[in-house]
Nanobody, 123 residues
Framework: QVQLVESGGGLVQAGDSLRLSCAAS????????MAWFRQAPGKEREFVAA????????RYADSVKGRFTISRDNAEKTVNLQMNSLKPEDTAVYYC????????????????WGQGTQVTVSS
């Protein structure tokens, strides 16, 4: 498995931008589809974005499409989530995750998870 550590969360205002990063260690980073999930208080964890091993293909939840961008750097073993035009409903703990499944987006397909980073968007 791969070990994941997220960073970059914080408190911002609606309309602001924030960039999350996830640093990986352990097994070969480029073997994995990488994704971001989020979980708001009282809600189930939900898929946000995913990127394939080479970074050539991405997938987004409809709620973030056009506002969020996922990217990865296999040399640096990092995956990032650029979040623009943030809304209060984006408030959640954001998790980085790794999967052996091509462009996976279902949580049960991810075997490695980070500890999460809090993003709070005020109105």
């Amino acid at each position: 498995q791969v070990q994941l550590v997220e960073s970059g969360g914080g408190l911002v205002q609606a309309g602001d931008s924030l960039r999350l990063s996830c640093a990986a260690s352990g097994r070969t980073f480029s073997d994995y589809t990488m994704a971001w999930f989020r979980q708001a208080p009282g809600k189930e964890r939900e898929f946000v974005a995913a990127i394939t091993r080479t970074g050539g293909t991405t997938r987004y939840a409809d709620s973030v499409k056009g506002r969020f961008t996922i990217s990865r750097d296999n040399a640096e073993k990092t995956v990032n989530l650029q979040m623009n035009s943030l809304k209060p409903e984006d408030t959640a703990v954001y998790y980085c995750a790794a999967s052996n499944v091509y462009l996976a987006y279902v949580a049960r397909n991810f075997g490695s998870w980070g500890q999460g980073t809090q993003v709070t968007v005020s109105s």
